[in-house]
């Protein structure tokens, strides 16, 4: 994109869930032109226990977060929800503080309001396309959103195999650390995650901590106060889930720890209290923003250890 006028992008956005409500699939391609040149990029992802209108809310503010500069942009969409609520019903919105004409909390409020930021950043027209499977651009978005919700489903299902027992790897250094040692050795799962994340990104670890209290396992997570760390446990302090492990370099978690659950000082670095983690854990989930190096480091090391481990990337970027 040029640097000196604003460039003109056509994003064509859309979501499904199967079923509906459930795991829902949403993708997205954005099309503009650099130096004389066709420009493309996708951008997907999955998103536990949502409707088909949510959804594809979610599409288009993931496809609009992706831009880095102003734009003008022809937006298309398959939602008539999402057309109606961006040129008709939002006046009414924004009058009454996010109420809705009947004085009750707009639904969705939250990908609503994203949206209107990114329409005071950019000149955005909102059109509705009737979906057409004739169509080859149509056809294309389905299978996008499609394969994303594939992929997102193969993924979490990995996450939660059936239990396997394996040794720990590590022999406990500390009194403290000794007392966070089950003797009938559960089950433990490590999430690591960046400390910038995004709404899917922190939408994933939701759906990450579902799995695991589901399957009984034992959560190891670190102390951040913010991003992915910071959202496990809240999720897991919501569902009143004590069954975690909550590893940091300070005296106590930075991020509150989890109600019921253990604290283990460990390291003199955050690479040291990853390691420990991923040594004492089973398996490891990485959720990444694609960028942060320690998410990525610590993925690399439970491979090294011949651990289960899986880097789920959430990088979503536009050209400038």
């Not at 059109?127 to 004739?134: A, P, V």
């Not at 294309?140 to 195999?161: F, I, Q």
Request: some cysteine; charged content about 25%; glycine content about 8%.
């Amino acid at each position: 994109m040029s640097n000196n006028t604003q460039a003109t992008v056509q994003i064509i956005a859309n979501g499904r869930c199967q079923p509906n409500p459930g795991l829902g699939g949403y993708a997205a391609v954005l099309s503009t032109t650099s130096n004389g040149k066709p420009v493309e990029r996708t951008i997907s992802g999955t998103v536990a226990d949502v409707n088909n209108q949510r959804v594809q809310l979610l599409a288009v503010a993931e496809a609009l977060d992706a831009l880095k500069a102003p734009c003008k942009v022809e937006l298309i969409t398959y939602s008539q929800y999402v057309v109606k609520g961006m040129t008709d019903w939002i006046t009414t919105w924004l009058e009454n503080g996010w109420l809705t004409s009947k004085r009750k909390p707009v639904k969705n409020a939250d990908l609503w309001q994203r949206i209107h930021e990114a329409c005071q950043k950019h000149e955005i027209s909102f059109t509705w396309r009737q979906w057409d499977s004739e169509n080859d651009e149509d056809q294309r978005l389905h299978n996008l959103v499609a394969e994303a919700r594939e992929n997102g489903d193969e993924t979490a299902e990995a996450v939660v195999e059936t239990e396997v027992e394996i040794e720990i790897a590590e022999q406990p250094e500390t009194k403290q650390a000794a007392e966070t040692v089950a003797t009938d050795k559960p089950y433990r799962l490590m999430i690591s995650g960046s400390r910038s994340a995004n709404w899917n990104m922190l939408e994933y670890a939701r759906r990450v901590v579902d799995r695991a209290i589901k399957s009984g396992w034992q959560i190891v997570v670190g102390d951040n106060a913010n991003g992915v760390d910071a959202e496990v446990i809240r999720e897991c302090n919501l569902r009143h889930y004590g069954n975690v492990i909550v590893v940091g370099v300070a005296q106590k978690p930075r991020n509150g720890g989890v109600r019921g659950g253990q604290y283990v000082q460990r390291g003199s670095s955050h690479g040291e209290r990853d390691q420990m983690m991923a040594k004492a854990s089973d398996r490891m989930l990485g959720i990444w923003d694609g960028k942060s190096p320690g998410t990525e480091q610590a993925y690399q090391f439970a491979q090294s250890l011949n651990k289960a481990a899986h880097l789920m990337s959430f990088e979503s970027t536009f050209v400038n």
